[in-house]
């Protein structure tokens, strides 16, 4: 069965810096791989996926992340944070034989960003 | 284009009691999928449904069961609910046809069993 391992609980950074979520997925064949954030009280809003191809992907709000098969890692990344990007960010690993419904879901990263 | 809605978006039960959520898809979308979050966790796939079938389920006992109408809205029931029920609960809409590997959620509804 697939997993996804997010590492960091929690991570803080100031405003204007640069910003790196980590992800780490256990699955056997090509994945498909999902960034999402959530903001409080609210349900969850697709950033980027990885279907195959070119392995640095582009999401909106000027996210974007790199799959890398050697390291079975799908990190998240954003040259500078801005205030509003404070929320949690899930990881998530879908089957590849069917659609994304079945995904499996890390437990999260929170960042908070400092003024 | 609407997207998902979910109701109710709060809701209070006791234990032993059954609860009904809602979930309506995005427009055109005959897949949905249930997710169960508990606090400080990600979301854990409860089942999917395929134009009125289940296809596919997560590792959650028979008392978790759901419908799926030919609207493509959906229901999630729970019965006999225990404490660690709560949870928020989110449903996600896709279209399998064209392969479906973006879902779309809905804003969940929080259950607090108590």
């Known amino acids: 069965a697939q997993s996804v391992t997010q590492p960091d609980i929690h991570i803080t950074v100031s405003e204007g810096a640069s910003l790196e979520l980590r992800c780490n997925y256990s699955y056997g064949a090509t994945p498909?791989?999902?960034w999402y954030v959530q903001s409080p009280g609210q349900g969850l809003q697709l950033l980027l996926k990885y279907f195959s191809g070119d392995t640095l992907v582009q999401g909106i709000k000027g996210f974007e992340a790199e799959f890398k098969r050697s390291q079975s890692s799908f990190n998240l990344r954003k040259p500078s944070v801005h205030w509003s990007d404070a929320a949690e960010y899930f990881c998530a690993v879908g089957l590849s034989n069917t659609n994304a419904g079945k995904s499996t879901f890390g437990d999260g990263t929170t960042l908070t960003v400092k003024p | 284009e609407t997207g998902v809605t979910q109701s109710p978006t709060h809701l209070i039960?006791?234990?032993?009691?059954q609860v009904t959520l809602?979930?309506?898809?995005?427009?055109?979308?005959?897949t949905v999928s249930w997710y169960q979050q508990a606090l400080g966790q990600g979301?854990?796939?409860i089942f999917q449904y395929y134009r009125e079938e289940e296809n596919g389920r997560g590792n959650f006992p028979p008392r978790f069961s759901g419908l799926q109408f030919p609207n493509y809205s959906s229901e999630l029931n729970v019965n006999a609910l225990e404490l660690d029920d709560s949870a928020l609960y989110?449903?996600?809409s896709s279209l399998a046809d064209r392969g479906g590997y973006e879902q779309y959620f809905g804003p969940g509804t929080r259950l607090t069993v108590t």
């Not at chain 2, 039960?13 to 009691?17: E, L, S, V, Y």
């Open chain 2, 43 to 45: 979301p854990q796939f």
């Open chain 2, 22 to 30: 809602r979930c309506s898809s995005q427009s055109g979308h005959n």
């Open chain 2, 90 to 92: 989110l449903c996600a």
């Open chain 1, 32 to 34: 498909y791989l999902f």
């Open chain 2, 13 to 17: 039960k006791t234990r032993g009691q």
